[in-house]
């Protein structure tokens, strides 16, 4: 069974810096995809970013230039170093991964962005 575990979230002050860690288990095989996504309250979850096996990336506009994502795909671990960090960014941060056989997610961990 594919687990997703996050860490690094947090409180942390405007213009601060955090790094969030995802790791998989329950598969052999290397994601598709990685990727993080979030939600703040009463909104709907969107796309911060992710990364393909193949090296293509995207970021949501609101975070290019402030965050930027890495794999590592042998340990089947993708990181998320968010920079310049605004009360906007305030979330419970998700991390995803996809293989041909489905789509799976964390639990999530809290960022919390203070003014």
């Known amino acids: 069974q594919v687990q997703l575990v996050e860490s690094g979230g947090g409180l942390v002050q405007a213009g601060g810096s955090l790094r969030l860690s995802c790791a998989a288990s329950?598969?052999?095989?290397?994601?598709?995809?990685m990727g993080w996504y979030r939600q703040a309250p009463g909104k709907q979850r969107e796309l911060v970013a992710r990364a393909t096996i193949g090296g293509k990336i995207d970021y949501a506009n609101s975070v290019k230039g402030r965050f930027t994502i890495s794999r590592d795909g042998a340990k089947n671990t993708v990181y998320l170093q968010m920079n310049s960090l605004k009360p906007e960014d305030t979330a419970v941060y998700y991390c995803?991964?996809?293989?041909?056989?489905?789509?799976?997610w964390g639990k999530g961990t809290l960022v919390t962005v203070s003014s």
């Open positions: 329950g598969t052999i095989f290397r994601f598709n995809v």
């Open positions: 995803n991964a996809e293989l041909k056989t489905g789509s799976y």
